[in-house]
């Protein structure tokens, strides 16, 4: 299967169908314009696509120096286990690494914990500053 990476902005509607098949939408109600309006802000962007269709996605935000945040790790159903969210990984990884960013985050859905561990990424402990 040829899969296509980019790092520029998928297609509104693409996303707001990829984003949807996560449930998330449930929780967050927001509408096409707004979850658009929330990338575009992002410092880096990584769309995967087989053909023309939007089939992974995953985004930093970040200050570029310390902080950096990955969010909307998200690989269609039907495309998972095909490696594609390990290279969408590793490219948010490889931007962070580049510019010397200190201290990457992440949220990871219930059931991903072991995926992103691979990758040095640790549960923060119960005891742990912040919420």
């Given at each position: 299967?040829?899969?296509?990476?980019?790092?520029?902005?998928?297609?509104?509607?693409?996303?707001f169908?990829?984003?949807?098949?996560?449930g998330?939408?449930k929780k967050?109600?927001?509408?096409?314009?707004?979850?658009?309006?929330?990338i575009?802000?992002?410092?880096?962007?990584?769309s995967?696509?087989?053909?023309?269709?939007?089939v992974g996605?995953g985004?930093?935000?970040s200050?570029?120096?310390?902080?950096a945040?990955?969010y909307?790790?998200i690989?269609?159903?039907?495309y998972?286990?095909?490696?594609?969210?390990?290279?969408i990984?590793?490219?948010?990884?490889?931007?962070c690494?580049?510019?010397?960013?200190?201290?990457?985050?992440?949220?990871?859905?219930?059931?991903k914990?072991?995926?992103?561990?691979k990758?040095?990424?640790?549960?923060?402990?119960?005891?742990a500053?912040?919420m």
């Amino acid at each position: 299967m040829n899969i296509i990476y980019k790092t520029e902005l998928p297609d509104i509607t693409q996303y707001f169908q990829l984003f949807e098949s996560t449930g998330w939408n449930k929780k967050y109600m927001l509408t096409q314009e707004e979850l658009f309006f929330a990338i575009k802000h992002s410092y880096y962007v990584v769309s995967s696509y087989h053909k023309d269709k939007l089939v992974g996605f995953g985004r930093l935000v970040s200050d570029g120096i310390l902080h950096a945040m990955i969010y909307e790790m998200i690989i269609e159903p039907e495309y998972q286990g095909r490696g594609i969210g390990k290279k969408i990984l590793e490219m948010l990884l490889k931007k962070c690494f580049e510019n010397n960013i200190r201290d990457i985050q992440l949220f990871a859905a219930m059931g991903k914990k072991d995926f992103y561990e691979k990758y040095g990424f640790e549960v923060r402990h119960k005891d742990a500053p912040g919420m």
